[in-house]
């Protein structure tokens, strides 16, 4: 069975940074493209960064670029997302999620969501 | 950036009857490569989003037959047939043709 692990959320202030991770189980980790996607408080989905299978690539959202880093130990079949200089509007649940074929972008499973609170 | 326009914002349906619902996208999402790269996704309730349809309409693996998708260039349509209890909650279309890959706004499926 996937599993998809996120940990590492909480409250952290602004212009400060926080480290999320991605616990991943039931597949060949290193096979699959991964990404995370984040949702505000009652708001919609917004794609924010994916990586390829062996962490040779990876992309952004022009909101997150320069400021968080998507990287990936496939040794420990798990992923991060390093998020630095952190401001209110990065308020949200992020889920970590499965591409399920490199460049075939869409997301066949989902963890449950860890949620970031950027706030003084 | 892609925009992906999705109507209506929210759907009030009788249980057995049909919901459908637009995406619509700012730039065609057909790719070079022949894909067109449009899935859609439920949000139920305190959960995380689940995959219903990739590539337009490929149901995924373990979706009932009563989800439906297909449209093709820049529209596309969701359907729903004999809307059941589970169905409710926000559905998401999503392209993933152009970088930065974006979602639509969502639609609420309310139960009437």
């Known amino acids: 069975e996937v599993q998809l692990v996120e940990s590492g959320g909480g409250l952290v202030q602004p212009g400060r940074s926080m480290k999320l991770s991605c616990a991943a189980s039931g597949f060949t980790f290193n096979n699959y493209d991964m990404a995370w996607v984040c949702q505000a408080p009652k708001k919609g989905l917004e794609w924010v960064a994916t990586i390829s299978y062996d962490g040779s690539s990876t992309y952004y959202r022009d909101s997150v670029k320069g400021r968080f880093t998507i990287s990936r130990d496939n040794a420990k079949s798990t992923l991060y997302l390093q998020m630095d200089s952190l401001r209110s509007e990065d308020t949200a649940t992020y889920y970590c999620?499965?591409?399920?074929?490199?460049?075939?972008?869409?997301?066949?499973?989902w963890g449950p969501g860890t949620m970031v609170t950027v706030s003084s | 950036d892609v925009v992906m326009t999705q109507t209506p914002v929210s759907l009030s349906v009788s249980l057995g009857n049909q919901a459908s619902i637009s995406c619509r996208s700012s730039q065609s999402l057909l790719h070079s490569d022949g894909n067109t790269y449009l899935s859609w996704y439920l949000q139920k309730p305190g959960q995380s989003p689940q995959l219903l349809i990739y590539l337009a309409s490929n149901r995924f693996s373990g979706v009932s037959n009563r989800f439906s998708g297909s449209g093709s260039g820049t529209d596309f349509t969701l359907k729903i047939s004999r809307v059941e209890p589970e169905d409710l909650g926000v559905y998401y279309c999503f392209q993933h043709t152009h970088l930065p890959l974006t979602f639509g706004s969502g639609t609420k499926l309310e139960i009437k």
């Open positions: 999620a499965r591409h399920p074929y490199p460049y075939y972008w869409y997301f066949d499973f």
